[in-house]
């Protein structure tokens, strides 16, 4: 696998299958700028085509995983500006074109557009004193990049609601507690440990179903249940026509281990 050389990230491949990308802009606590985001979506776009690589994990420093869009970037622009250059549209690239999971593993600060960032993954892990929130009310604003969306179809919208006209932060361990990250370790490096060891995990499974694994399931944030079931079974049906189905089901018989085509 080979990907550039970023400025403000670095990438790394620590476990067979896996793609690790750090954010490393730690002067401006990963401030989420213009520059930032294309890098992060090149190399997203990169490891979803490589097929040497089955997960990706997103990680910051143990300070902050991100401290939010670059405020001072964005505090002069003007409406014009926001509405017709769709600013942050770009953002959406990973929750919407990036087809492979995502995991974030989220320690120190994932304010503002930070969280939302972390909440764009299909997985989140973070640390007990990771700090979430959503401050942008104490800017005059508001969520722009899905926070009010997803943060409230992951906690309900009491909590959420408090959240976003509040500022007010939460920790790593109320994230889990709420459902909004899957897992919370004690310590950083736990945290990003145990996002590769998911991710190695989820990369030794066929690709094509993992794949469809993730399709159907963010369905379910789209679609009533009863299209969403129709739907999910319209895409088990043609995993049948995949080759991995006829060696998972085969090896099983067998009583072998599989060995996937990752067709
Ligand atoms: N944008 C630009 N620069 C930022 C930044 C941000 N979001 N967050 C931190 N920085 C910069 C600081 O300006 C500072 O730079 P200088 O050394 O040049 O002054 C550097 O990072 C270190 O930050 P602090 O000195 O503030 O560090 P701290 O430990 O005292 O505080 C913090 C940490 C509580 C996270 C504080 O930096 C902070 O409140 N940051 C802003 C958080 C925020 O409001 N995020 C939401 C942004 S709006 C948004 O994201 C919109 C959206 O929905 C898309």
Redesign the pocket.
């Known amino acids: 696998t080979d990907l550039p050389s970023y400025e403000l990230l670095k990438t790394s491949f620590p476990k067979n299958g896996v793609g690790l990308i750090t954010l490393n802009r730690p ?3 990963n ?3 213009s520059p930032l985001f294309l890098e992060l979506n090149d190399a997203l776009k990169r490891l979803d085509a490589d097929k040497s690589i089955g997960a990706i994990v997103l990680t910051g420093s143990e ?2 995983f991100a ?8 505090k002069d622009i003007t409406f014009s500006e926001a509405y017709g250059g769709d600013f ?1 549209e770009m ?1 959406s690239n990973m929750a919407f074109q990036i087809k492979k999971p995502v995991i974030s593993a989220v320690n120190g ?1 994932a ?4 969280c ?1 960032l972390a909440m764009m993954a299909d997985i989140m892990y973070c640390s007990k004193g990771a ?1 979430f929130g ?3 009310i ?2 005059g ?5 899905g ?1 009010s969306q997803r943060l409230t179809k992951a906690i309900g919208k009491s909590k959420a609601m408090e959240l976003i006209l509040t500022g007010d932060n939460f920790s790593g361990t109320q994230a889990e507690q709420w459902g909004l990250a899957a897992k919370v370790f004690e310590t950083p490096e736990e945290c990003v440990n145990g996002a590769l060891t998911l991710a190695e995990k989820i990369a030794s499974y066929s690709r094509i179903a993992v794949k469809a694994g993730k399709e159907v399931v963010n369905k379910s944030q789209e679609l009533g249940v009863r299209e969403g079931v129709e739907f999910e079974r319209r895409v088990f049906h043609g995993l049948f026509g995949s080759k991995d189905q006829k060696i998972g089901m085969t090896a099983f018989a067998e009583k072998k281990k599989p060995e996937w085509s990752h067709e």
């Open positions: 002067k401006a606590l401030a989420l700028s300070r902050a401290a939010g869009a670059d405020i001072k970037e964005m942050i953002w600060y304010l503002g557009g930070g939302e700090t959503q401050p942008e104490k800017l604003v508001i969520p722009g990049a926070g």
